[in-house]
């Protein structure tokens, strides 16, 4: 068997370095070509590339390119490397590195990327007809149709837990076979807090997922179920059930990653532990399973599994999404492009955590959807760079009033 080769972008993150700690226990199934990220942790991209003798590597900053030369000498003579012992990688600098990464040929790329950033690193992969392993939602959501439309049957495989179980369950029916899809949210940090209780809540506070490990913008929209937001219309794009057909029930256990409802009453669910190397793993070698990705359930000992409706009223942002995929075009995009922002914002204390939902909800609906005859690539990214623009404004002006009210 050949290894399949595989390009990893974002390989610095949570996902990135938990595909290479599995792809560093299966040497014999992959082989990695090719490695991206955005350039804060030049020293890990180094380590990373020499580690799995990568051929090319790319940064986003173009600026950090000498760092990332010097990087490489560090780690060759941390490991004790005489010269002619490595090769320093193919380095490419710029915006467009991941884009070109993507590109290259190989069996799978893994876009691992966190944002909207992500789109065209995805669009690159399809295009050149490589299968996708897709943990960067951020791209199928805003791109939408754009996306769906490139994709040819089976070419993205879902590295999102919930989309992964789903994939799984759904080997147990037909499409005409589905009823609903039922997807699973542990609920966050504040679950079971009503409004009210979440005015003060800290970065600190939403950083603390009760379940998963993730990086920080995935974990700060998992505590205000945007991310679940985000993941219905991911769901809807990658399975083409309506929105309607798409339910969310709060798991705080994180051990049931979704369900599919069939027609006759049944409901199949994947069950495992949080851990994301699970559905990384079966999205590189997809359709086939690698033995000990993951731990297993420990069905030796009593545990309880539990399951309640998600409170709307609490948590309106899945509510938003659904009505940001009704409308579809450049809505989505929007809504994403604003999150973002709004994330950061309140990462650096210029936006309170319930600011973040309502600052994106106001500019939704400021947000005239053109109707498009056929989305582009310049129409995303133009709404998003408006809803950015927009976003920062708004949390600008917060950030005075908040001063204001201080003074
Ligand atoms: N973490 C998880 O468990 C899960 C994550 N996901 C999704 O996977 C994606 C990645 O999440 P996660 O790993 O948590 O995020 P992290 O923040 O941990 O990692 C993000 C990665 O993207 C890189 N990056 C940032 N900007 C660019 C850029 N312009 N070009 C290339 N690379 C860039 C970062 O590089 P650098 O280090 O240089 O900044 C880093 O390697 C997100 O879309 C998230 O929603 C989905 C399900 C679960
Ligand atoms: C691991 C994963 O797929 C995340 O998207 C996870 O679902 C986040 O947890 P929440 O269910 O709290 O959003
Ligand atoms: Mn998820």
Redesign the pocket.
């Known amino acids: 068997m050949n290894p399949r080769t595989v390009v990893i972008?974002?390989?610095?993150?949570?996902?990135?370095t938990q595909a290479l700690e599995l792809i560093g226990r299966n040497r014999d199934r992959f082989r990695v070509l090719a490695l991206?990220?955005?350039?804060?942790?030049v020293g890990l991209l180094a380590q990373q590339a020499l580690e799995f003798e990568v051929e090319v590597v790319g940064v986003?900053k173009a600026t950090v390119a000498q760092d990332l030369q010097l990087a490489f000498y560090a780690e060759a003579q941390r490991r004790g490397y005489a010269q002619g012992d490595f090769r320093i990688p193919k380095i490419v600098t710029g915006?467009d590195a991941?884009t070109e990464l993507a590109g290259m040929a190989c069996d799978v790329v893994l876009n691992?990327?966190?944002g909207s950033?992500g789109l065209r690193p995805t669009l690159a992969a399809l295009d050149a007809g490589t299968t996708l392993a897709l943990?960067?939602?951020?791209s199928l959501v805003i791109g939408g149709p754009l996306v769906v439309k490139r994709v040819k049957p089976g070419q993205i495989v879902p590295?999102?837990?919930e989309h992964s179980a789903i994939a799984q369950c759904l080997r147990s029916g037909t499409a005409d076979e589905v009823r609903r899809l039922l997807v699973t949210a542990s609920g966050g940090p504040f679950r079971g807090r009503s409004r009210a209780e979440m005015t003060d809540v800290t970065p600190e506070q939403a950083m603390n997922h009760p379940t998963?490990d993730?990086?920080?913008?995935?974990t700060i929209n998992s505590a205000n179920l945007i991310n679940k937001g985000l993941e219905v219309i991911e769901a809807h794009l990658l399975y083409g059930l309506p929105m309607e057909r798409i339910d969310v029930v709060v798991h705080p256990q994180s051990i049931v990653h979704s369900m599919v409802e069939f027609i006759d009453g049944s409901t199949v669910v994947q069950a495992s532990p949080p851990d994301?190397r699970l559905p990384i793993a079966l999205a590189l070698a997809w359709p086939d399973r690698i033995p000990d990705a993951a731990p297993s359930c420990d069905w030796t000992t009593a545990s309880s599994w539990e399951f309640e409706p998600l409170d709307d009223e609490a948590f309106p942002a899945v509510q938003l999404a659904r009505e940001a995929g009704e409308r579809g075009g450049t809505a989505p995009a929007v809504l994403n492009a604003a999150n973002e922002v709004c994330v950061q914002a309140f990462r650096e204390g210029r936006l309170p955590f319930l600011g973040i939902v309502d600052t994106v909800a106001r500019i939704v609906t400021e947000h005239d959807v053109p109707s498009y005859e056929g989305l582009s690539v310049d129409d995303v990214l133009a709404a998003d760079a408006w809803a950015r623009t927009r976003a920062r404004e708004l949390t600008a002006a917060t950030d005075q009033r908040q001063e204001t009210t201080q003074a």
């Open positions: 972008l974002g390989s610095t993150g949570s996902i990135g991206s990220a955005g350039g804060d942790n986003a915006p991941s691992g990327i966190t950033v943990a960067n939602k951020e590295v999102d837990s998963w993730m990086g920080p913008v995935i994301m």
